[in-house]
């Protein structure tokens, strides 16, 4: 298999001692890992580079959810009653600040108590089997919501939820200048607490030499730029990556942020394993970084984007290596692992879908033997018989075939996936296969 040649054409590179931190940022779902940093890390270690993945989006969550935290929050919130307090002895509060003095007075160190005993209910709920009690299920949500209310006082007027996908900073992530304007705001930006209890304890214990981040979306813009610019602050000398789809898609206006590029020192576009793999080796080495494929890079003379790109043969590389991720700190009763057996999409022809721009080439797909390979090493090795499949659009021709062959190989995996459905799928014995 393809993926076994690439383990053993690595050994030749085994003396590589290089040390490198992945991070996923918030925001996300926490119900599963994202792909990025097991992609990565699948190629990193078997260079012989030693390689710690953080999910701190799970994390995160895993933080807020805590007794501790909350108990932090409080603390935030006290401060913030005592300063309309100490306002209000010297003038009339406006609108705003008595809505807010009236839900500052409501967070009762009993309420505080409340909440701190409730939510690690409401996290084992969701991690167990009573997540499949709707009565449960439905008091744990509620819970978390309740929750990041209380948290959101702590960070106003930051409005921070649970699912993320409604959080709000107030600042926008998609212009450059709020971003740096949000980086230092300790009042709304509640990442930099994140940074201070979650990442700088593994960067002083860990002691890495590049740290690489990967940014799935435009809300994880703030979060990451904060990192990296507090990361640059205590740990000048790491050498700090971005890459990921939105940072390929907004590569022409990162290449002119020279204020928000002083927090990095290189961005990785398009497919990022050979790439970083490659960048790995030069920072490590002190060799210059021009002519390295997929690259941006700052350097004493200004910041640079290198003419070369490459892709990924799909069939040479190895499968995702989840260790070290949290795997039991997921919000879900199941472990569910993400695996993608194409890239790009097959259909190509959505008129208000950009995603296609992060990557080189156009649709390419593993073969079957090499599909099924894998998932049945993931399902042994992680003991999960849960998948989801993550490619842009599963090709209809590849969901018939890995059907069956998933049939006559008895995997016995649960798995979904993205589809655009289309005519051929209307035959009723693809369905009857599919759930055979």
């Known amino acids: ?3 076994w040649s690439f383990f053993h054409n690595a050994e ?3 003396e590589s001692t290089m040390k490198i931190l992945l991070l996923f940022p918030p925001d996300w779902l926490p119900s599963e890992p994202y ?5 990565l890390t699948s190629v990193l270690r078997p260079a012989g580079h030693e390689v710690v993945q953080k999910d701190i989006n799970v994390e995160m969550y895993d933080l807020f959810f805590s007794r501790p935290f909350i108990e932090q929050v409080a603390g935030r919130i006290a401060h913030e009653l005592n300063h309309l307090l100490h306002v209000e002895k010297d003038r009339a509060l406006d609108e705003e600040e ?12 009993e309420l505080r108590n409340q909440i701190a005993d409730d939510v690690e209910k409401a996290k084992s709920i969701l991690r167990g089997e009573s997540f499949y009690d709707i009565d449960k ?9 309740q929750t990041m209310a209380f948290i959101s006082l702590g960070y106003y007027p930051a409005q921070i939820c649970f699912p993320p996908i409604e959080t709000d900073l107030v600042y926008k992530p998609f ?22 209890q979650l990442i700088a304890p593994v960067i002083q214990q860990e002691k890495p030499g590049m740290v690489g981040i990967s940014i799935v979306q435009q809300k994880q813009l703030i979060p990451t730029f904060t990192f990296c610019k507090m990361i640059k602050e205590e740990f000048p000398d790491v050498h700090i990556t971005i890459g990921g789809n939105i940072v390929t898609r907004t590569r022409d206006e990162l290449k002119d942020q020279e204020q928000l590029f002083a927090t990095i020192d290189s961005a990785v576009l398009y497919e990022g394993e050979s790439a970083y793999l490659q960048l790995v080796s030069a920072v490590e080495q002190a060799k210059p970084l021009a002519g390295l494929p997929n690259l941006i890079y700052r350097d004493d003379s200004g910041i640079h984007a290198n003419e070369d790109v490459c892709s990924e043969d799909l069939s ?15 919000f879900i009763p199941k472990l569910i692992l993400p695996y993608l057996a194409t890239r ?25 033997d090499q599909i099924v390979e894998e998932i049945k090493f993931l399902k042994e090795k992680h003991n999960t018989r849960y998948f989801h499949f993550t490619d842009e659009s599963y090709p209809p021709a590849l969901f018939r075939k890995l059907s069956q062959r998933l049939i006559d190989d008895k995997l016995d995996i649960v798995w979904t996936t993205h589809m655009r459905f289309e005519e051929t799928l209307l035959d009723e014995q693809v369905w009857k296969d599919v759930q055979a």
């Open 175 to 196: 212009m450059s200048s709020e971003i740096l304007e949000a980086i230092d705001d300790d009042q709304i930006n509640i990442y930099r607490d994140v940074y201070r």
């Open 344 to 368: 790009g999409c097959y259909w190509g022809r959505c008129t208000f879908c950009d995603h296609f721009q992060g990557y080189v080439e156009g649709f390419r797909t593993m073969q079957v």
């Open 35 to 39: 792909l990025s940093l097991p992609a």
């Open 98 to 109: 008595s809505a807010l003095k009236k839900q500052l007075l409501q967070c009762t160190p």
């Open 12 to 14: 030749i590179t085994l």
């Open 137 to 145: 299920l439905e008091w744990a949500t509620n819970i978390l919501h």
């Open 1 to 3: 298999m393809g993926f």
């Open 316 to 330: 040479k590389l190895p499968p995702p290596d989840f260790e070290g991720l949290p795997l039991d700190k997921y």
